[in-house]
């Protein structure tokens, strides 16, 4: 089976920051329960997938997390392997120009010119476009969220069931169990 490896390292560092934020933890404060010394530049490209974790520093970073490693392994996993070839978010530009949350305002005025600035982009067809997952992430950037809480708010906003979807990803790109 060939993977993504790019996409696998991005994954396993959104879920090392995702954890460190739900534990409340700088890299800082993370940084100083580690066992072995590492700089916070070194965590920080761990957490942005730029960088390569070996096993063992995995293990240390978990257990410094209060996390069995064998538990964020599994989210990873369940993000990254998945049946099913498709994985792209659809969004309704006009449902986002529309919206109101502030963290979306660098993605609302992206929403705003492109619907301007194409002959037909208020209409329903040219409204909707389909976002890969090197799309998402970057907006997710932008608007200062993790890519998994965007894909959920824009789910939201665009419409879909208000259920909270389940979200693999394939080939880089965020997939819902949901999806038809």
């Known amino acids: 089976m060939l993977f993504d490896v790019a996409v696998y390292q991005r994954v396993l560092g959104d879920e090392i920051r995702r954890l460190r934020k739900k534990r409340g933890l700088t890299?800082?404060?993370?940084?100083?329960?580690?066992?072995?010394?590492?700089?916070?530049?070194?965590?920080?490209?761990?957490?942005?997938?730029?960088?390569?974790?070996?096993m063992v520093r995995f293990v240390e970073i978990c257990l410094a997390l209060d996390e069995l490693p064998h538990e964020l392994?599994?989210?990873?996993?369940?993000?990254?392997?998945?049946?099913?070839?498709?994985?792209?978010?659809?969004?309704?530009?006009?449902?986002?120009?529309r919206d109101d949350h502030p963290e979306l305002l660098p993605l609302r005025r992206w929403a705003r010119d492109r619907l301007d600035h194409h002959p037909a982009g208020h209409t329903a067809g040219a409204a909707e476009v389909q976002l890969d997952f090197a799309a998402i992430e970057r907006m997710a950037e932008l608007c200062g969220l993790d890519?998994?809480?965007?894909i959920s708010l824009l789910r939201r906003i665009g419409g879909t069931p208000s259920e909270p979807p389940v979200y693999h990803q394939v080939n880089g790109d965020f997939e819902s169990e949901n999806d038809d």
Request: contains cysteine; proline residues 2%.
């Open 27 to 54: 890299r800082k404060q993370l940084n100083r329960r580690l066992q072995s010394d590492i700089s916070l530049q070194t965590l920080a490209t761990y957490e942005l997938g730029t960088r390569q974790c070996s």
């Open 147 to 150: 890519t998994v809480d965007l």
């Open 73 to 97: 392994i599994a989210r990873v996993h369940e993000r990254v392997f998945t049946d099913s070839p498709r994985g792209r978010v659809r969004i309704d530009l006009r449902q986002v120009v």
